[in-house]
Structure formats: C-alpha cells, structure tokens
C-alpha cells in the first residue's frame, strides 16, 4: 500500500524537544522530496521545511519560523524521515503532517507544547 | 517570494458547478501551483497540479469531476456535478527554490 505514516507526536514543554517520524512504503522513497506541514487547530496549512534526495545532495530548507529550531532528515535504508525539533514554543501545538512532493500526505500527528 | 490569495468560503448547491480561484501576486504569475482538499476532520489530500498554461495533472483516483484552469494570474479548481463529500476545506500552495507557500483555504459549503 502507498502511504505515509507519521508518528511520535505528544504533550511536550516550552522549550523542550520532540523527534517525528514519516515513514514511506509502497513507493520510491529515496527518490522523493519529503515535506513537513503543519496545521494549528481551526486553522490553514503552515509549511515547515522539505528535505531533496540523494541526488540533490538531500538539501534542506525551512521559513523563517522554524529556522534554527527545526531540522529535517531522512533514512532511505527504512524508507523513514524525521522532522527533530527543538526549544518548542507555545505557537509550535499543531498537527504535523509529512508529504511527498506532487502528491501523498500522511494523516498526521499531534503536538501539543504546553506546561 | 510568493503569496496565494483565497476568498474564505463559497457554496454551491447539490449537483451543481463550483469554480474556486487561487490568485498569484505580482511577477509571480507564471507559477505553477498545486490544489489539496481537506474534509472535515481528516488529511488533506493532493488533487492536482495546474500549470500557467492551464495544463493540469491530478492525482490518483480524483474524480474527473474536478478539473483545473488558468487566467492570467488566477488559477482555478472547478468541481462539477458537486456531492455531498465534496464540503471541505481547499487550499492552494506554490513554491519557490526554497520555500512554499499556501493560501488561507477556501470552505465550500454544499447546499
């Protein structure tokens, strides 16, 4: 089956950290740019960052609201990629979906930073 | 960098037709943008990809009710024959060398 499968996601304090993962099946993994989004509640879709393949030197990129704090990486020997975030604030509680590039979406999960 | 601009809601009725637009900023009207929907309570799901020229390529097993087009800097999603399952949340989104960029959403409410 092709899908994405998020997992990891939890209650964590300000300024803690969380580790997601995305894992890939049913598809070229390594081949794929794999996308972190994130949605707060009642609210539209918030791009975090994107990580290329091997062939694009598995280059990474990030907004400005996450830039420093977040780093994206990926294992294509488990077909898996990670979205590691640090110093969580408050504004970072959403639903974090991975996505590949034209097309699949995951179904998400839950990151609620509060004390 | 470029932004997406999305009227918040629209409504159409059952069976009827929908035409959703997606307006690029200026000088970034050649873009090509990408069209997701969200119903309610779930992921988001990829629709297409709706090129300058209008040309589109949708995902697998969209129905062909759904179809793209182009005017200048808008993009449009066209929904015909609306269903029930068709309410929900559509956003646009376009990219740059390193960035993306969606709009608000637009709710459309079947009546």
């Known amino acids: 089956e092709v899908q994405l499968v998020e997992s990891g996601g939890g209650l964590v304090q300000p300024g803690g950290s969380l580790k997601l993962s995305c894992a890939a099946s049913g598809f070229n993994f390594s081949g794929s740019t794999i996308h972190w989004v994130r949605q707060a509640s009642g609210k539209g879709l918030e791009w975090v960052g994107r990580?290329?393949?091997?062939?694009?030197?598995?280059?990474?990129a990030y907004p400005a609201s996450v830039k420093g704090r977040f780093t994206i990486s990926r294992d294509d020997s488990n077909n898996t990629a990670y979205l590691q975030m640090n110093s969580l604030k408050s504004e970072d509680t959403a639903v974090y979906y991975c996505?590949?590039?034209?097309?699949?979406w995951g179904q998400g999960t839950l990151v609620t930073v509060s004390s | 960098q470029p932004v997406l601009t999305q009227s918040s809601s629209a409504s159409a009725s059952l069976g009827s037709s929908v035409k959703l637009t997606c307006s690029l900023n200026g000088g970034h009207n050649t873009y090509i943008i990408a069209w997701h929907q969200q119903q309610p309570g779930k992921a988001p799901r990829y629709l297409m990809r709706?090129?300058?020229?209008?040309?589109?390529r949708k995902g697998s097993e969209v129905p062909e009710r759904f179809s793209g087009s182009t005017s200048g800097a808008d993009r449009y999603l066209t929904i015909s024959n609306l269903q029930s399952e068709d309410e929900a949340d559509y956003y646009c989104e376009t990219w740059d060398s390193d960035t993306q960029v969606f709009g608000g959403g637009t709710k459309l409410t079947v009546l």
């Open positions: 990580i290329r393949s091997r062939t694009y030197t598995y280059a990474t």
């Open positions: 996505r590949r590039e034209g097309g699949l």
């Open positions: 709706l090129e300058r020229s209008g040309s589109y």
